[in-house]
Nanobody, 122 residues
Framework: QVQLVESGGGLVQAGGSLRLSCAAS????????MGWYRQAPGKQRELVAA???????NIADSVKGRFTISRDNAKNTVYLQMNNLKPEDTAVYYC????????????????WGQGTQVTVSS
């Protein structure tokens, strides 16, 4: 079994900062890309940021310059540093990872965390 456990969400005023963490645990051989998605009420889930195992990143235009994604491969953990938060950043944030559980698997399996609420007040 593989689990992604998120932490770090909460309530913050506009202009504030939060740092989200997501740790993968369980039967893991390797982890490919890891990322963060978010879903606001009444909207579709959207990609916020992603990072490959080699450290290449992809950041959504809406958060570029404010959010930074990083990972610690030794800890199977991905982070999302969110600065200068805006009310429109309010959403449930989900961690995502492509995980290879056994050395003989050709393709990673996609896993999701349970989500963590981020609320930004104006």
């Amino acid at each position: 079994q593989v689990q992604l456990v998120e932490s770090g969400g909460g309530l913050v005023q506009a202009g504030g900062s939060l740092r989200l963490s997501c740790a993968a645990s369980g039967s893991i051989f390797s982890i490919n890309a890891m990322g963060w998605y978010r879903q606001a009420p009444g909207k579709q889930r959207e990609l916020v940021a992603a990072i490959t195992s080699g450290g290449s990143t992809n950041i959504a235009d809406s958060v570029k310059g404010r959010f930074t994604i990083s990972r610690d491969n030794a800890k199977n953990t991905v982070y999302l540093q969110m600065n200068n938060l805006k009310p429109e950043d309010t959403a449930v944030y989900y961690c995502n990872a492509g995980i290879i559980r056994r050395y003989y698997e050709f393709r990673p399996t996609e896993y999701w965390g349970q989500g963590t609420q981020v609320t930004v007040s104006s």
